[in-house]
Nanobody, 122 residues
Framework: VQLQASGGGLVQPGGSLRLSCAAS????????MGWFRQAPGKEREFVAA????????YYTDSVKGRFSISRDNAKNTLYLQMNSLKPEDTAVYYC????????????????WGQGTLVTVSS
């Protein structure tokens, strides 16, 4: 599967953005999906994940209550709605597919998008 992330940009603190991740192929609905991010000078970290049906979602503590992950299997698209953004959310955001182990582990995913930059600044 090929993944294409989009929707990043510059936003003021407290603002919102919605990221999208378009997947190619016919098997999107069979993939457990995740979002990760990498801030400047830091390692890539887990943000959120969603089960194949969308029934279960998982978040890192720092984004709980502010971010929402969802998917539209008919459109082969993954989303990340980000509200109440903070400067510390500034990072390149990556979507990932096909989890093989722990949902919050970078090494668990087989496929990655190219990343989209989110900058939170006034």
């Amino acid at each position: 599967v090929q993944l294409q992330a989009s929707g990043g940009g510059l936003v003021q603190p407290g603002g919102s953005l919605r990221l999208s991740c378009a997947a190619s192929g016919r098997t999107f609905s069979s993939y457990f999906m995740g979002w990760f991010r990498q801030a400047p000078g830091k390692e890539r970290e887990f943000v959120a994940a969603i089960a194949r049906s969308g029934a279960r979602t998982y978040y890192t503590d720092s984004v709980k209550g502010r971010f929402s992950i969802s998917r539209d299997n008919a459109k082969n698209t993954l989303y990340l709605q980000m509200n109440s953004l903070k400067p510390e959310d500034t990072a390149v955001y990556y979507c990932a597919a096909d989890r093989q182990a722990g949902y919050n582990l970078e090494s668990s995913y087989n496929y990655w998008g190219q990343g989209t930059l989110v900058t939170v600044s006034s």
